[in-house]
């Protein structure tokens, strides 16, 4: 059976991975049981494995603005370290990464292989993370970009709407950002379905698909918590002036899942319906 190593164990997706994989050989390793910025720790803790999947990242857009170094040490130095012990143990890889590797100016979604332009010092951390795992572990690492995640185990978006919701009549949500809302649930079945199918290299958007402004998703999410979507009022990015840059195109395109053979994950509003009725909207 394929041993899998499961880095980031404890974050958002690392639980409902786990949770995916319940039938298959996994270790979980959380960030206090495994420093990625450690390479001796990372080389030594992961030898045996024959998967090694990254779901740690550094994830605080806003504060990287401040604080590049930290991010880039967790968001490329620890894939580096990681790329590296899997070289030495003739590993695959899957490192997750983000929409934010592009500038968000395409009017179509993303092709996988589109050049990154990263805007923010987020992105660009996780841009850099890319090219370390692939370069130092040619031919065995996969790339898995997502967007817009949202999840039982960790705060997202649809749960803080729900939340506003209670306390407030209308809501202002803007309407000039465009990406795909991502369950984890979906997501980490997905990246079980890679795994199954012997992980093969190269680089695919894990979101699930369509497409939605943050204004569509708060709307449905009011939707399928029967609550009216009216209440729910469009405004534009101007009104919420953050730090990091967001992009405003984050469409991504899903042809290297076809290419290997494997079906790309369904569509938005099918996922949100599924996420809410397993109580991954609510709060614990």
């Known amino acids: ?3 899998i190593a499961v880095v980031g164990s404890g974050g958002m997706l690392g639980t409902d991975l786990m949770h995916a994989l ?5 270790t979980g390793f959380t960030r206090a049981e495994l420093d990625i910025t450690d390479r ?3 080389v030594e803790l992961l030898s045996g494995f024959d998967v090694i999947i990254n779901a740690s990242a550094y994830t605080r857009v806003d504060d990287a603005e401040t604080d590049e170094e930290n991010a880039h040490l967790v968001n490329a130095v620890g894939p580096h370290n990681l790329a590296l012990a899997a070289a030495q143990h003739g590993s695959r890889l899957v490192q997750l990464s983000t929409d934010y590797v592009f500038d968000g100016t395409a009017t179509e979604p993303y092709a996988e292989d ?6 923010s010092a987020y992105g660009r951390t996780k841009a850099a993370g890319e090219l370390l795992a692939l370069e130092h572990n040619p031919g065995r690492t996969a790339i898995v970009r997502t967007a817009w995640l949202y999840g039982k185990n960790g705060s997202n978006f649809p749960r ?6 209670a306390g407030r009549e209308t809501l202002d949500v803007v309407n000039d950002q465009r990406g795909q809302p991502t369950w984890t649930g979906d997501l980490a ?4 379905t890679l795994v199954e199918a012997g992980t093969p290299a190269g680089i695919f958007h894990g979101t699930n698909s369509g497409e939605a402004s943050w204004f569509d998703l708060a709307q449905a999410v009011f939707v399928v918590a029967g609550l009216d979507p009216d209440r729910v009022k469009p405004t534009d990015s101007s009104a919420f002036q953050r730090p990091a840059p967001r992009p405003s195109f984050s469409v991504l395109g ?3 899942w076809r290419d290997a053979g494997i079906e790309p994950m369904r569509e938005w509003k099918q996922a949100l319906q ?3 009725e397993s109580g991954a909207l609510t709060a614990e």
Do not use: N
């Not at 589109?114 to 805007?119: E, K, L, M, Q």
């Not at 803080?160 to 919701?165: F, G, I, K, V």
């Open 1 to 3: 059976m394929t041993r």
């Open 22 to 26: 319940g039938s298959h050989d996994a």
């Open 40 to 42: 001796t720790a990372a």
């Open 114 to 119: 589109a050049p990154r332009h990263p805007v």
């Open 160 to 165: 803080t709407m729900l939340t506003l919701a």
């Open 189 to 192: 079945a997905q990246l079980v």
């Open 254 to 256: 899903h042809r290297a």
């Open 274 to 276: 599924a996420a809410f």
